[in-house]
């Protein structure tokens, strides 16, 4: 085949280190919105950004010419960086280290997109812990509890 062609769709999951609540808005807004443009600047869009304020939900179809690892450290590193700039107390903002990462086929687009858009309304009930939780367990990811947390 002469040409290389791909269309991976993957659910993108991180918190800010220790799942501070460091962003409120605006800056959550403004952050989802950097965020965008690294990865658009990557090959890689968002479809949807969403979240509270100690974590963030991206839909994105990942590039054929990065890997996902490659394209989270990109951005998390830029947007760090950027986010320290915001303002005093953001002097020493940082993501947690890790990430999850889970594949989405382009039947569910719709259905991830809505409940990225309702993550505000859905922590009402549901912990960011225990919603990462559910995410390893239907995705059959074994984890050891001790090294998913930082």
Do not use: C
């Amino acid at each position: 085949m002469s040409q290389s062609l791909s269309i991976i769709f993957v659910h993108l999951v991180f918190s800010t280190k220790h799942r501070e609540p460091l962003l409120l808005q605006p800056l959550r807004d403004q952050t989802h919105a950097y965020l965008a443009t690294v990865l658009k600047n990557q090959g890689s869009p968002a479809i949807q950004i969403g979240g509270t304020s100690d974590h963030v939900h991206i839909l994105l179809r990942l590039s054929k010419n990065h890997s996902l690892a490659a394209v989270v450290e990109k951005m998390k590193t830029s947007s760090s960086r950027w986010i320290k700039t915001q303002g005093d107390a953001l002097g020493g903002f940082h993501w947690q280290n890790g990430y999850g990462g889970f594949s989405v086929s382009h039947r569910e687009l719709d259905e991830v997109v809505r409940y990225i858009r309702q993550q505000e309304m859905h922590h009402r009930a549901i912990s960011f812990q225990d919603e990462y939780r559910s995410f390893l367990a239907s995705y059959g990811v074994e984890y050891d509890e001790r090294y998913v947390w930082d």
